[in-house]
Antibody, heavy 119, light 110 residues
């Protein structure tokens, strides 16, 4: 069974750093990209970027380039999303997802990690 | 890139059919066969319902179907059931290894 299990909810202050994780199992981790999707409170889905675990090649959405960093440790089949300096506007649910490299798009989703940034 | 355009809401009575549109441009929806649709119930992660414009993953009822014409993709839900009430999002490949979502449509079963 394909599973993507994300780390737990976080409450941070503006300016703090954060790294959240997503562990894939039940499939060959390096054969699929891992993508990250943001959902701000009461809003829609936004594709942030993706990483190819086989070679760590990354694509960022222009909207998120420079604001977040995506990384992976294939030895533990885990992808990461990190911020160096959080803002209140980063408050959102963040989903990781499995994405086929053919271009088809996302087929499996993690359960989401809620990030709250508040002073 | 801009989000794909979906109607904010749609509705239908049990047993009826409803179609949700997803309009993009020739650089995304119109340019590729990679349109997907996702269902999201409140407080839950999205679930893939349609991929590659019209393909259904295993386990998705055949009441759900997808199509595309020019720059507009559509999701049709036939034989509406109460459990179909949810938010629906389209997504498309947008070139240069980027993907884009629609703004979402809230489907209400009357």
């Amino acid at each position: 069974e394909v599973q993507l299990v994300q780390s737990g909810a976080e409450v941070k202050k503006p300016g703090e750093s954060l790294r959240i994780s997503c562990k894939g199992s039940g499939y060959t981790f390096t054969s699929y990209w891992t993508s990250w999707v943001r959902q701000m409170p009461g809003k829609g889905l936004e594709w942030m970027g993706r990483i190819d675990p086989s070679d760590s090649y990354i694509n960022y959405s222009p909207s998120f380039q420079g604001h977040v960093t995506i990384s992976v440790d294939k030895s533990i089949t885990t992808a990461f999303l990190q911020w160096s300096s959080l803002k209140a506007s980063d408050t959102a649910m963040y989903y990781c997802a499995r994405q086929d490299s053919s271009g088809t798009g996302i087929d499996y989703w993690g359960q989401g990690t809620l990030v709250t940034v508040s002073s | 890139q801009s989000a794909l355009t979906q109607p904010p809401s749609a509705s239908g009575s049990p047993g009826q059919s409803v179609t949700i549109s997803c309009t993009g441009t020739s650089s995304d929806v119109g340019g590729y066969k990679y349109v997907s649709w996702y269902q999201q119930h409140p407080g839950k992660a999205p679930k893939l319902m349609i991929y590659d414009v019209s393909q259904r993953p295993l386990g998705v009822p055949d009441r759900f179907s997808g199509s595309k014409s020019a720059n507009t993709a559509s999701l049709t839900v036939s034989g509406l059931q109460a459990e179909d009430e949810a938010d629906y999002y389209c997504s498309s490949y947008a070139g240069n290894n980027n993907w884009v979502f629609g703004g979402g449509t809230k489907l209400t079963v009357l």
